[in-house]
């Protein structure tokens, strides 16, 4: 039995009329300030919404821990506060559960009236939002951290404040932004139906990032799924425009990456921004040339040409061609690359080194600032290591600190001998011909690497001289002729 405290019958112009007004109040419905407090809009407020996909309050779709506030005019024993339930239903007094999951304010208003019409003559009711639930954004694709994240929402500024949604590109911050591969153009919003197949939203950031379009920036509805796709052909240029937006990393976070080939110190190294050789280390990007500096710089027959950045994609390895001597010619700043996590640097053996080009690369931030050389053997000066410049030659280790001056008669002048130790802990030993005229050449003048050693054997005057002091300087009156007579022999 229904009460009878409950209203009677209403008039139809009356119920006209009010429920006209308790309409206007329902569409322009309030929303919460936090998840506790409520906010609702005036009577006769009116909501303008935006262009495009930017949603407006009204299309807010409830599910399951939203807070409801339901009102049946002239009926206080059945208005109060009401829990979306975890199937989207909501549990009425006096008729049971009534779904309203993905239903507007305004659709859950007319299923709400329709219900409670089988135990009230012509309900006027209103449902406006209390507290709204957090919702949960799936992002899968080029970004770095992808799955599942859970955003709540806030409110806005003003004194009627509405709830304000999470965009696209909020919701790949949360995922640490895309990756250096990502295709910004295409990203799809997969945005489930109740009564249907998903809806497939086209998002184009670029077109965001070069014309401020923000229509492109869409408003996210309850699991929605944004998927980032590979970006079929890499630009260099247009990664580094990208890598300043606010949904890529941040240039300071580390990204650990792998180098190999001609550089000092091949291996496995963190990577920030900015320039070993300065105090600013931790500002810009981690790029090509900060990895290669923490590697100890290039050696002296890198092509630098012919580098790769190796890039492990959603569709598989990339790779990344990169031209740093087109960086030193033209200063096209966009060979660079900027890294991302788990990159590997490549950089190959060079078939011919240029000796114009290799001034220049050893005046390069990314060539070894010196390079350590030891000259031994008949020398007239410290035996300490030589600090030269990174593209030095033997002839420069030779007459550096008159190592080899033509006042030193003990030295042998025509061959030396080059030991060089190798990657794999071995060494190699060669014999070279000494020509002082000679510019970078491999057989007679060859660039020098770090901690290489160059021995300056003894003249044949020399090696003569040493051995008659050898032998004579002990010799004694009674031994003197005989010792010299064993020289004689051994030197005919």
């Known amino acids: 039995m229904v009460n009878a405290d409950f209203p009677k019958h209403i008039t139809a112009p009356v119920l006209s009329l009010t429920w006209c007004a308790i309409a206007s109040a329902s569409i322009s419905v309030g ?55 975890s199937d989207g239903s909501v549990n009425l007094p006096l008729i049971g559960l009534v779904s309203i999951r993905g239903r507007t304010l305004v659709e859950a208003t007319t299923i709400i009236r329709n219900a409670y019409r089988r135990v009230l003559k012509d309900p006027v009711v ?85 014309e401020g379009d923000i229509s492109q920036d869409i408003i996210l509805q309850d699991r929605d799924t944004i998927v980032i796709p590979t970006v079929t052909t890499f630009n260099q240029a247009e990664a580094r425009q990208f890598a300043i937006a606010n949904f890529s990393p941040p240039p300071e976070k580390p990204r650990s990456i792998s180098i190999v080939g001609q550089v000092t110190r091949p291996g496995a190294y963190v990577v920030i921004g900015g320039n070993t050789n300065t105090e600013l280390s931790r500002e810009g990007f981690p790029t090509v040339i900060r990895a290669i500096q923490l590697a100890g710089g290039i050696t002296p027959d890198a092509d630098i040409r012919q580098i790769q ?52 690369l050893a005046n390069s931030n990314f060539a070894p600032p010196a390079i350590n050389v030891f000259v031994v053997g008949e020398l007239k000066t410290s035996l300490d290591p030589v600090r030269l410049p990174a593209n030095a030659t033997l002839n420069q280790a030779l007459i550096s600190r008159g190592f080899y001056g033509y006042e030193n008669t003990r030295a042998r002048r025509n061959t030396v001998e080059l030991v060089r130790l190798n990657n794999d802990g071995t060494a190699t030993k060669r014999t070279i011909e000494v020509d002082l005229t000679q510019g970078i050449n491999e057989e007679i003048n060859p660039q020098l690497r770090n901690n290489d050693m160059i021995i300056v054997s003894r003249s044949s005057l020399a090696k003569l001289v040493d051995r008659m002091n050898s032998i004579l300087g002990p010799v004694g009156p009674a031994t003197g002729v005989l010792n010299f007579i064993n020289i004689l022999k051994s030197i005919f």
């Open 31 to 85: 929303f919460p300030q936090g998840t506790q407090a409520q906010v609702r809009l005036l009577p006769g407020a009116v909501t303008t919404p935006p262009a495009g996909l930017r949603r407006s309050p009204e299309s807010y779709k409830l599910g399951g821990g939203d807070r409801i506030q339901i009102e049946i005019l002239e009926v206080p024993e059945l208005s109060r506060g009401y829990e979306v339930l």
């Open 126 to 210: 209103t449902v406006s939002l209390v507290a709204a639930r957090p919702l949960n954004i799936g992002v899968i694709g080029e970004v770095t951290r992808p799955g599942n994240f859970t955003i709540p929402l806030t409110s806005g500024p003003g004194v009627a404040p509405s709830v304000q949604y999470p965009t696209v590109t909020q919701a790949l911050k949360l995922a640490e932004g895309v990756t250096g591969v990502a295709d910004i153009r295409n990203i799809r919003v997969r945005r489930p139906q109740p009564d249907g197949p998903d809806q497939v939203l086209n998002v184009n950031l670029w077109r965001f990032l070069q």
């Open 309 to 360: 950045v190796r890039r492990v994609t959603r569709r598989g390895e990339q790779i990344i061609p990169v031209n740093l001597w087109q960086f030193l010619e033209s200063g096209d700043g966009a060979q660079d690359t900027i890294l991302q996590q788990g990159d590997t640097i490549v950089i190959p053996k060079a078939t011919i080194v240029n000796p114009a080009e290799a001034g220049l």
